[in-house]
Each structure stands twice: as structure tokens, then as C-alpha cells.
């Protein structure tokens, strides 16, 4: 990846972000090995982004030792109050996480906040898509719309976190989007990802909200078929809700916190390591096997992108209802 990188992202659900260009340091000390700890389930989008980061950064050689943790519960505040409590022992330690930190911690689902921890770098930004199993009724987003205008309570949309999260949010301001009523929106809430998946695939619901890369590959393979992603554009074929007619548009970043206090030094090779590995071939493999974009925003500015969210995604709760 360039050094310097110039990316407006414009989103109907959240603020406009700018990523502003960083210049190459070195920094001391070195990365041997790194344990990532996952606050949610197998097969979410927090699983999948820290086992590509880990297979990347081993895979290239710029780690030598990787191990993973899945803690779930508390819609990832039992992973949060877990880093802070063993802060002492976890200096080899990276927490993944994305915008639902910043959305649970303003509904009050747990105590902290992204300031309690140290503040590594994001990573990666990736879509939204709604889903529906290979033989649903709905063939097409209109099918969808026509049937949420008929009964918003025939259409259940299922999602991999608590009501209110960022799969609520997402899906409930598409059909806002739409025409449709974002209140109305029939949610039904699973613990992790995989288990929202298996609820699609069983027919217990009929959509599922979640992240492009989380079914981009079970798409591609005939086992789901994504409706809709909230791109700008068409992406391998699979149609923009914009480019359909309705104006949703949505990327939402993962990154990596410590444990509060975390050494500075130590941060830094962190983030060296992260840097060196968007020029790496076997990051690229795991990106593009993902649908990701490339979002690399390490401490300040992570800190600063953080808090405007923050800000954007109060008000926009509010106004919804959701807080």
C-alpha cells in the first residue's frame, strides 16, 4: 500500500471520513509474536478480519508466532472488561473491533469506551449486504421493498448482534433509504454471526444483515445470495442499493486496540508490523478473498476518526430512535 492515501468516504448512515496521508518511520523494537482476542463468536466479521490480519502477518514472516481467542458476550464487552482487567499480561495482545464499539458503548451495553484501551490502528473498512438463501421467495431488492411495504412485519431480517447494532442500524436506515419506515424494521438479534447465518440458512428469518466479507466467498459458491452491497458501485457483479435506486451507502472499519497503558514503544511496533503488511502479497490474498478495503489509520488519527463517529452515530441513533 502507498504511503500516502486519499480516500472520502460518504455515507448516508454515518460521517464522511477523510484518510489522510502518513509518512514512513522506523520505529523501535520488534513484533515476534501477536494473540488476538475476539470479542464475538466464529465466522463474524471480527473473527475473520484478526485470523486474515494473523495469516497475513505469518504467512509473509512478520510474525513469527500467531494464536487466536474467541470471548464472547456482552455484546463484546466481556472481551473489553476481560483486556482491561488483565491489562498486565497482555502486551502481546491485539483486540479486534469495529464501529459497534463506539454504538454499544453510547446505548450504555457496557461501561467502557474506546478510551479505556489503547488505541492501535484501523485496518480495513468493508461493506454491508442483505442476504437471502439461494432458494428465497425474494429474487431482488424490489421483491424486498414491495414486501416491506406491504407488511414490515412479514420481512425478518436477522443480524449477528443485539437490536440497535450496527447490523440493526445498517439495515434499518437502507429501507429508511427505500421509503420504508426504519422503526418497522423486524430485527431479530443472533449471538456472532455464524449463528445468524445458520438462522437464514433454516429459515428462521428471511434477510441477513452483515458484513460483505463475511459471505462474499459463500456467495461466490452458490450457498447465499447477497441482495444487495452498500458500495457506491456494483461490486463482481452484485448490484449497489444505490445503483438500484436507493441511496444507502455504508463502510464500516476494523481495527485493533491494547490494553490500557500499553507502552508507547510497544505500539509502534505494532503498527510498523500492521504497515509493513498491506505491501506484503499475502495480505493482498486476504483482502481481496474478503471484498475489504484498505482503511489504515494508526493512533492519533484513529483516535480523532473515533471521535467524530461518535459524535455522527449520537445524533443519528437519536433521530431513529435507538437511544
Known amino acids: 500500500m502507498k504511503n500516502h492515501i486519499s480516500k472520502i468516504c460518504k455515507s448516508v448512515v454515518f460521517a464522511s471520513c477523510l484518510i489522510t496521508g502518513f509518512t514512513t518511520s522506523t520505529f523501535a523494537g520488534s513484533v515476534e509474536s501477536i494473540h488476538f482476542l475476539i470479542p464475538g463468536g466464529a465466522g463474524g466479521g471480527w473473527d475473520g478480519t484478526a485470523r486474515g490480519v494473523g495469516e497475513a502477518l505469518k504467512k509473509s514472516g ?8 474467541n470471548m ?63 432458494d428465497s421467495k425474494f429474487k431482488t431488492w424490489d421483491d424486498v421493498k414491495k414486501a416491506f411495504k406491504a ?7 436477522a443480524g449477528g448482534s443485539s437490536r440497535g447494532s450496527m447490523d440493526h442500524l445498517v439495515a434499518a436506515q437502507i429501507f429508511q433509504a427505500a421509503g420504508g419506515d426504519p422503526k418497522a424494521v423486524r430485527y431479530v438479534p443472533y449471538d456472532a454471526g455464524g449463528k445468524a447465518l445458520a438462522g437464514l440458512l433454516t429459515g428462521e428469518v428471511d434477510l441477513l444483515s452483515t458484513g460483505f466479507g463475511e459471505v462474499l466467498e459463500k456467495h461466490k459458491k452458490g450457498q447465499v445470495r447477497i441482495i444487495g452491497v452498500s458500495s457506491e458501485k456494483p461490486i463482481d457483479g452484485i448490484p449497489s442499493f444505490k ?43 486476504v483482502r481481496s478473498r474478503n471484498g475489504w478495503t484498505n482503511l489504515y489509520q494508526p493512533g492519533e488519527k484513529f483516535k480523532s476518526f473515533l471521535e467524530t463517529q461518535e459524535k455522527t452515530i449520537g445524533s443519528l441513533m437519536k433521530d431513529l430512535g435507538f437511544l
Not at 62 to 69: A, D, M, N, Q, Y
Not at 272 to 278: A, S
Open 151 to 157: 407488511d414490515p412485519k412479514s420481512v425478518k431480517i
Open 72 to 134: 464472547s458476550g456482552g455484546g463484546g464487552g466481556k472481551a473489553i472488561a476481560h483486556i482491561i482487567e488483565t491489562a498486565a499480561k497482555q502486551k502481546n495482545t491485539m483486540m479486534v473491533n469495529s464501529t459497534p464499539i463506539v454504538i454499544r458503548s453510547l446505548q450504555g451495553v457496557f461501561p467502557q469506551s474506546f478510551r479505556d484501551l489503547s488505541l492501535i490502528a484501523s485496518v480495513i473498512a468493508d461493506y454491508q449486504v442483505l442476504v437471502v438463501k439461494p
Open 243 to 285: 445503483s438500484m435506486g436507493t441511496d444507502a451507502f455504508f463502510a464500516n472499519w476494523r481495527g485493533f486496540f491494547g490494553a490500557p497503558n500499553l507502552p508507547k514503544e510497544r505500539i509502534d511496533a505494532l503498527n510498523e508490523v500492521l504497515k509493513k503488511m498491506y505491501d506484503t502479497p499475502e495480505w493482498e490474498a
Open 62 to 69: 512478520l510474525v513469527s508466532k500467531t494464536s487466536f481467542e
